[in-house]
């Protein structure tokens, strides 16, 4: 993989041209149409057809039995929980859930595939239908979603590929939208909310690296005015949100270059290459795919009918846009603040243990800050994981009732807070704070004794402010912060400070 | 359905994708079984079927209303790893080996 | 001494404490050395592992008790496409020339429950993909009753073997007639199960929606008993399903003279032209004596029959071409002893070198039939020409008729090499067993004469699905009014 990625530094001519100032231009002049397909893998125990767990990590060909190894005579029994999750999906985007649905064996040889077919569904998916609201407030509407197997993985080595089938036979849905997306960031913004979407609902982890939730996006390119599809590629290899957004960034650019020097686009598979920020054909053939898709013989027809359907409306959990119209609501958000807090329905359930927590010593909104700001940055930098952050809900709770009580400051908190980050909570923010003498200095009388020193230190400033600068009040409450180490509660420094000037003003 | 002229080039496709490799000889062999074979399976298009639009193979399989059985969610175990790989024609370590797939 | 025995006779020796399965294990041990060369049947005769395979019944019957085993003792000899744990599994290909069956197939774990015991592995045109046993990577099978003869296919180890009584029961896989047609050129009884009747799950499948295991047995009272053991729903086969019928053997006991009242319906378009007069002759013979055991013949008409071999041969060779890709030398099986080729080349050479020529054949006329463009007018029109074919079946027993009687093959056993070069002439002596597959009815063969040159000659009787009862029962009185199931080969 390493050796192709680096050894691709010499590109096409018409690659060299595409770059990155042409961008407007090309919007200007060209609409992109992008639709995208994504493959998400089910948190189910067991694969779909055969009862090896699904666990992630484990060493190659570990959890493989003759069914999912495609050995003689086996014969496949579908995972009732698989059907629940993607009754569970459909109900989550609107879709309409069909009472009769059919797998099919799509063929084609591969190593990864052991059975020379993928069972999945075709002509007859279990569901159509169903959209996604983007933050723009467009709507993309979905085609359908079917129920399908992984394949496995091989590994390439330099003589030889590696065929490890612990991933075959896990479940996937692959959800496919409608070429309604015009623009890169909304692509973007609708894989998000589809994460988003599948997390909440208990069904996919949505794990970009480890590949648990992947996208594959087709895209086109039309002169802006003309309502016919221009001639689409696929992009497959879209492992980060970023890089999905680059990818179709840089697709459209090279479409658009193909476009400008009078050739034609090629119907061709992509792949992004991260470390150029690329696409590039597949090196393989292109071959015209003949899967001879046909009824499973060894399924009968899935039917799915109402009182299943309930069953599952029943257990479906709150989804993102509930929740953020809940959150605004309930903890006097800003459509903002619920909207991040509400991105990931982990991060959304910290944001809820601490409220709890916190039991209103502090107000929600702040909480929010604190969440959205400090914790996020954090959070992203060291990329923890909201289930089992390394400070949990009640560490940081603990930390908000502190600036809530004014036991300390909020500068203090930052403080500890990055401490806290960098080392580890330790005993937790109440201990440190005794431990390290933070706690917050609200005795007037020795905040006017500090800032009666600082007056006296200052005779210049203290003249010039006596005459007229009001500006240097904030050098002066620096300066007494400066020597109390942060400790002094600000609203009293400023109280205090304003009470001495003003006495000296007049004196 | 027009007679199907089934020549080397088709029996060629036809091979390719099957994974199959044919010596010229094994060419001209199956082009004539085949040729055969289906001029004999063409007399279905002379079939006169009164099923209706509403009846599909695929939905009309199994019992009617049968839906296709479901298992519990429950890990029930795996083969042992040798056993898994035992039979491979080649291996590296518990994973199957095979030319070097190209991208 | 294993020449006169049967399934019934078998577990009545064990359940009275006359025979042990280790004793009969080495009696059917003894007489099939010097018979399973001559007859090519047996791929793997493993003594040790048949006389393991007898112990572990004799531990279960001293535990159990055998009669509380339906099947105390029985050794059974197993068609070479059925998983049996540990043993070779071959489906009589190179491909699979080494492979070892990684589980047991439901129908192995039912009979061992039952009592019964694996004796060996029996040999099978290639993927069950043949009507002569001539397709086998390990060379063909030959008749019993004249070795120049084929034994009918493609389960012509499991007919050849039971009629040369190297076993009571054998198990063998029917997708157009592999189970009837070899059981009428070897002169014994054979039954396909209604579809969904046996699990399917370890056996190596040829067309998913056609295949069925059943049993090969000199008496119909045999297959009864076995049949008892056979079917049943099987979690791990989905297209399984409950059998709404049980205990077909006490069925048979309670209804000796079934035939009595009975309506046979004959379908005029297996008596016309096509079919060899002497097979002609002991149909008619038969006929005859069906009617003299009480039943009323009526004679009905299948219009859409004629098509079955082209729409079989659609069906059979597609869901064949999907299910053959799995073997591809990379998790197991042959693989090409070419070095360093690339990956596209290494699948083909394997597969090439692997596959014998006639499951090439319809492999490929699978993969057209299939490939893109062609689906419609190959693969759907030959579904619906079987939805038409299962509903002429439907109308004949809705109007009043039982059972159908026809011959099970157009013609007698014919000489090995006589048909290889003609694929469709080959393919059309499945004419009178094909229809049932695509119907997925239950359907047995039981000998109804011989040739002048000595050859058997089978009656095929057909039911409405989940009706074994009625067709055993049928098959049972016509059995009792009849001498043919007594002869057997000079072998």
């Known amino acids: 993989m390493n050796a192709q990625q680096n050894g691709t530094k010499t590109s096409r001519p018409s690659e060299a041209q595409v770059n990155k100032p042409q961008e407007a231009t090309v919007l200007d002049r060209y609409e992109p149409v992008i639709g995208l397909e994504v493959h998400c893998q089910l948190k189910t125990k067991t694969k779909l057809f055969c009862g090896c767990s699904t666990s992630f990590g484990a060493m190659p060909n570990h959890n493989t039995c003759p069914i999912c190894l495609g050995h003689p005579g086996v014969l496949p029994v579908l995972n009732a929980e698989v059907v629940n999750f993607a009754i569970r999906f459909a109900m989550a985007v609107d879709a309409d859930i069909h009472e009769i649905s059919v797998f099919a064996r799509k063929q084609y040889f591969y190593p990864d595939l052991p059975k020379g077919y993928q069972i999945t569904q075709f002509d007859l998916p279990y569901c159509t239908g169903g959209k996604m609201v ?12 079917h129920i399908e197997e992984d394949a496995g993985k091989n590994v390439h080595g330099d003589e030889s590929s590696y065929v490890d089938l612990n991933r075959a036979g896990v479940p996937l849905i692959e959800i496919v939208s409608e070429a309604d997306i015009r623009n890169p960031e909304d692509a973007a913004d609708y894989l998000k909310r589809l994460r988003s979407l599948v997390r909440s609902l208990d069904i996919c982890d949505g794990n970009l690296e480890e590949g648990s939730f992947r996208c594959d996006a087709n895209i086109s390119i039309r002169p802006r005015g003309r309502e016919q599809f221009g001639t689409r590629c696929e992009i497959k290899n879209l492992n980060s949100f970023r890089n999905i957004e680059r990818a179709i960034k840089y697709e459209i650019l090279r479409q658009a270059d193909v476009l400008d020097q009078g050739q034609k686009v090629l119907q061709q598979t992509m792949l992004f290459d991260a470390a150029s920020g690329k ?5 393989t053939k292109e071959e015209s795919h003949d899967y001879r898709y046909f009824p499973e013989p060894d399924l009968l027809p899935l039917r799915i009918d109402a009182a299943r359907i309930e069953e599952q409306r029943k257990v479906l959990p709150e989804l993102p846009e ?7 609501e309930q903890h006097a958000l800003s459509n903002y603040d619920a909207a991040v807090l509400t991105s990931d329905k982990d991060l959304a359930n910290f944001y809820e243990a601490v409220v709890k927590r916190v039991a209103g010593a502090v107000t929600e909104k702040i909480v929010a800050n604190w969440v959205t700001s400090e914790y996020l940055r954090e959070a992203n930098n060291r990329s923890w994981d909201f289930i089992n952050p390394p400070i949990t809900s009640d560490h940081f709770g603990e930390l908000m009732e502190l600036i809530g009580k004014g036991v300390i400051s909020g500068r203090i908190a930052k403080t500890l807070f990055e401490e806290m980050a960098e080392k580890g909570p330790g005993n937790g923010p109440n201990a440190m704070v005794q431990d390290q003498g933070l ?9 006017r004794s500090v800032i009666d020193k600082v007056l006296d230190a200052n005779p210049g400033q203290l003249a010039e402010y006596l005459g ?11 300066q007494t912060m ?4 942060g400790k002094m509660n600000p609203q009293l420094v400023n109280d205090v400070l304003k009470e001495l000037l003003d006495a000296r003003r007049k004196g | 359905m027009s007679k199907i002229q089934v020549d080397r080039e088709l029996v060629r496709k036809v091979a390719d994708l099957a994974q199959l490799s044919l010596s010229e000889q094994e060419i001209g062999l199956y082009q004539e079984r085949l040729s055969k074979v289906l001029s004999y399976v063409e007399q279905l298009d002379s079939v006169h079927e009164s099923l209706g639009k509403d009846w599909r193979p695929d939905t009309a399989r199994g019992a009617p209303g049968a839906s296709t059985p479901e298992r519990a969610d429950t890990v029930t175990g795996s083969l042992s790893v040798e056993e898994a790989m035992k039979q491979a024609p080649a291996r590296i370590g518990t994973a199957f080996q095979v030319p070097r797939i190209l991208e | 001494m294993t020449a006169n025995l049967t399934v019934k006779s078998i577990v009545d020796l064990v359940r009275s404490g006359k025979q042990t399965p280790t004793q009969l294990a080495a009696a059917y041990l003894d007489r099939t050395r010097s018979i399973a060369q001559k007859l090519n049947s047996h791929l793997h005769l493993d003594e040790a592992a048949a006389l393991s395979e007898a112990l572990a019944a004799e531990k279960r019957i001293h535990e159990i008790g055998a009669h509380r085993l339906p099947l105390a003792g029985v050794p059974v000899l197993v068609k070479d496409n059925i998983c049996v744990r540990g043993s070779k599994t071959t489906c009589g290909s190179k491909i699979l020339e080494n492979y070892v069956a990684t589980y047991d197939a439901t129908v192995i774990k039912r009979l061992r429950e039952a009592g019964a015991f694996v004796l060996g592995k029996l040999n099978m045109d290639e993927f069950a993909m043949g009507s002569s046993n001539e397709n086998s990577a390990f060379g063909p099978v030959r008749n019993p009753w004249n070795l120049n003869y084929v034994p009918g296919g493609s389960s012509g180890g499991s007919a050849a073997s039971v ?11 029917d997708t157009g007639g592999s189970i009837r047609q070899p059981a009428s050129f070897c002169g014994i009884v054979g039954l396909k199960p209604t579809y969904g009747t046996v699990s399917r799950f370890g056996l190596v499948a040829f067309g998913s929606s056609l295949d069925q295991i059943g049993p090969l047995t000199t008496t119909v009272e045999d297959a009864a008993l076995v049949m008892d053991v056979l079917a049943g729903l099987d979690a791990s086969d989905s297209t399984s399903v409950q059998h709404p019928q049980s205990d077909f053997a006490r069925g048979l006991s309670e209804n000796p003279d079934a035939l009595k009242g009975m309506t046979v319906g004959i379908p005029e378009e297996f008596f016309e032209s096509g079919l060899d007069s002497e097979v002609g002759a002991c149909l008619e013979r038969a006929i005859a004596d069906v009617q003299r055991a009480g039943a009323k013949i009526k004679r009905v008409r299948l219009p859409n029959i004629s098509y079955s071999v082209a729409a079989y041969y659609v069906i059979a060779t597609a ?10 030398g990379i998790r197991y099986g042959y693989r090409t002893k070419e070095a360093g080729l690339g990956l596209k080349d290494l699948y083909r050479k394997t597969r090439s070198e692997g596959f014998g020529q006639e499951v090439k054949q319809r492999i490929m006329l699978g993969t057209f039939v299939l490939s893109s463009g062609y689906y419609d007018a190959f693969y759907s029109k030959a579904n619906k020409v079987r939805e038409l074919i299962s509903r002429d079946f439907d109308a004949v027993f809705d109007s009043g008729v039982d059972l159908i009687l026809t011959p099970t093959s157009p013609t007698p056993p014919f000489k090995l090499g006589e048909k290889l070069s003609d694929p469709l002439a080959m393919y059309l002596s499945d004419i009178c067993t094909i229809g049932v597959n695509l119907a997925g009815l239950p359907a047995i063969s039981v000998p109804c004469g011989r040739t002048k040159a000595g050859l058997p000659v089978g009656m095929q009787l057909i039911a409405p699905k989940f009706n074994e009862q009625t067709l055993l029962n049928g098959a049972h009185a016509y059995e009792r009014a009849t001498e043919w199931h007594k002869d057997q080969p000079a072998i």
């Open chain 3, 163 to 173: 009629a040369a009584r190297l076993a009571p029961v054998a198990l063998g896989s």
């Open chain 1, 482 to 485: 400066k020597i109390s180490g």
């Open chain 3, 319 to 328: 869901e064949a071409s999907a299910n053959l890709a799995r073997f591809d």
């Open chain 1, 439 to 447: 706690v917050q200095v609200s005795d007037t009388s020795e905040i």
């Open chain 1, 322 to 328: 509930a929740m953020a119209r809940r959150f605004q």
């Open chain 1, 279 to 283: 696409t590039q054909p597949m090196r």
């Open chain 1, 134 to 145: 983007l933050a723009s407030g467009k709507a993309v509407r979905l085609m359908r979603a």
């Open chain 1, 468 to 478: 007229g600068r009001d500006k240097l009040f904030g050098f002066f409450v620096g």
